[in-house]
């Protein structure tokens, strides 16, 4: 086809100045891989903008105390802080493919950006809770297409052979930023003020916008104007909001003892059921379920899902073990934790590139082994344990990490045509951030459970007349104290020893699951880039 004077040869109009507009509709085959500095520069502005959205997702909860005592309100009350964010944004990931459609993976994606960094600095400028909660709703509502979004530009800018390659340097933003958060966090809000861990956001995100926009304005996905889906959009605001606060508020309810609790479970099942039959059979969904009938997607996301949920309930139960139990500061409990990022980033780029060669099971497989050595090796922990002990498991739990997210969402991506990318990443993103909620809820409820139950049995011995409890309180007494604040001694004892018990159980459990998983990875049949079918490079053209 011959272009006119008004048109170039890929149907993009010409501007008055003579540049070239964002194309009409997208070539045939596909846009060709980034090369050079385009590609470089592509990758920078996407990964700036990940690590901006994760590392805000984290980065607030250790400032919360913060937070809440200069506003005026409690602690329990500042937490909504972290609720309505995660509401917000498990309500618009799944969103990611219908938004696509609608407005273009590019445009959605600079405007997710730009939205977030303006939404980021009313959260800095908020000046009551309730101004913060709602600023904290529009963030997270504005972020949840940015890492779908961000995973298929990113695919999109490499070659197919590539495609494991782009997943490594997507995914090492995605491990960094839950690490850094709660570090910078707490470092920001000790030096100056809360408000600067929303402020940093700002010259990030404008960066990373105009970044992407300059490389990628003139890619963008073909847009169709589809009919809006109410009825499925506002069951799913129902049950994913429900669900969401029924798993953040839970533990601090007592779960089924309460009416709200009860309530919130009655709304999550019901509209979940009218929302999966609504869905399946509308013409124009809003969230394509019918991704759960390819093998490669259903496997892949429920493995990493589940995975994801378990991991993501040690990372939070280990820090909150330390400080709780041990004695440890949150300083401390951050450096204990660090050591995760080492390996994850070190080895990456060599994850990338083996799968570009072979088949991701066994890689993925290696992953959950490791995954179970050292929740194996975490379950061995006793009051007595240093910070070696503590540090070594976090350490190798990088090479886990690094060869856990890169091929297990190869495996969901697998066979997938580009025009369906953005819609899987989104479902898929959504179960791993569901089940994240999911793991963190109920690790945290059945380590108080646990610990009450061992406290009880260990009180049980814990008596006069018994010989160990004569020996100890007789030392205490020998030390100048009275039985009173001896008994209260020993009380703090058994309940440190409970805890820790508490903790290898959940340990031990998590050994077995991660062991368990490993057949759900070997459902999948994907092919390596080298045969031309790789998990995710379809995505790329």
């Excluded at 080492?342 to 060669?357: D, E, H, N, T, Y």
């Amino acid at each position: 086809m011959s272009a006119t004077p008004d048109t170039l040869d890929n149907g993009a109009e010409r501007q008055p100045d003579g540049a070239p507009a964002a194309p009409a509709q997208p070539p045939a085959g596909g846009y060709p891989p980034l090369e050079g500095s385009a590609r470089t520069f592509g990758t920078i502005a996407l990964s700036a903008a990940v690590f901006m959205n994760v590392l805000d997702s984290s980065i607030a909860n250790v400032s919360i105390p913060t937070i809440a005592g200069d506003l005026g309100v409690s602690a329990t009350q500042g937490t909504w802080v972290i609720t309505s964010f995660a509401v917000a944004n498990a309500i618009t990931v799944p969103l990611t493919g219908w938004l696509t459609q609608r407005f273009g993976q590019v445009r959605l994606f600079v405007l997710s950006v730009l939205m977030f960094v303006i939404s980021s600095w009313l959260c800095g400028f908020a000046w009551s809770l309730e101004s913060l909660v709602f600023f904290r709703v529009l963030q997270g509502a504005v972020a949840g297409p940015m890492i779908p979004l961000s995973q298929s530009l990113m695919l999109a800018s490499y070659p197919r052979a590539k495609a494991g390659m782009a997943l490594a340097l997507w995914s090492m933003t995605i491990l960094v930023g839950p690490i850094a958060g709660p570090l910078l966090g707490g470092w920001i809000s000790d030096n100056y003020a809360w408000s600067w861990i929303f402020y940093i956001n700002v010259p990030i995100g404008l960066l990373a916008g105009w970044a992407s926009w300059q490389v990628y304005k003139s890619r963008e996905s073909r847009r169709i104007h589809l009919p809006i889906d109410r009825m499925g959009l506002f069951l799913l605001v129902v049950w994913v909001g429900a669900l969401q606060l029924m798993l953040d508020k839970g533990k601090e309810l007592e779960w089924f003892a309460s009416p709200l609790i009860c309530v919130l479970a009655v709304v999550t099942a019901v509209a979940f059921v009218y929302f999966v039959i609504w869905e399946l059979t509308a013409a124009h969904p809003v969230v394509d379920l019918t991704l759960f009938a390819q093998r490669n997607f259903t496997s892949g996301t429920v493995a990493l899902s589940v995975a994801y949920g378990v991991f993501f309930g040690t990372v939070v139960l280990l820090p909150l073990w330390l400080q709780n139990t041990m004695g440890y500061t949150a300083t401390w409990a951050g450096v204990a934790s660090a050591p995760v990022g080492i390996l994850a980033i070190i080895l990456s780029p060599m994850v990338g590139k083996l799968l570009a060669r072979y088949d991701p099971r066994p890689i993925a497989t290696v992953a959950f082994l490791i995954f179970a050595l050292i929740s194996y090796m975490r379950a061995q922990f006793n009051t007595s344990v240093d910070l070696y002990t503590v540090m070594l498991p976090t350490f190798i739990q990088g090479a886990a990490m690094a060869t856990f997210f890169i091929p297990l969402t190869t495996i969901s991506l697998s066979g997938l045509s580009p025009d369906r990318i953005p819609a899987a990443a989104g479902l898929s993103n959504f179960f791993r951030l569901v089940c994240g909620a999911f793991g963190t809820s109920i690790t945290t409820t059945i380590w108080d459970n646990r610990a009450t139950l061992h406290h009880s049995r260990l009180t049980e011995v814990a008596l006069p007349g018994e010989p160990a409890f004569d020996h100890i309180m007789g030392g205490l007494q020998g030390l100048g104290l009275d039985p009173q604040r001896g008994a209260s001694l020993l009380d703090r004892v058994i309940n440190q020893q409970a805890y820790t018990m508490s903790a290898t159980d959940i340990f031990y459990a998590s050994a077995l699951i991660f062991l368990v998983l490993i057949g759900l990875i070997w459902l999948a049949h994907p092919k390596s880039a080298a045969h031309g079918g790789a998990g995710a490079s379809a995505g790329a053209h």
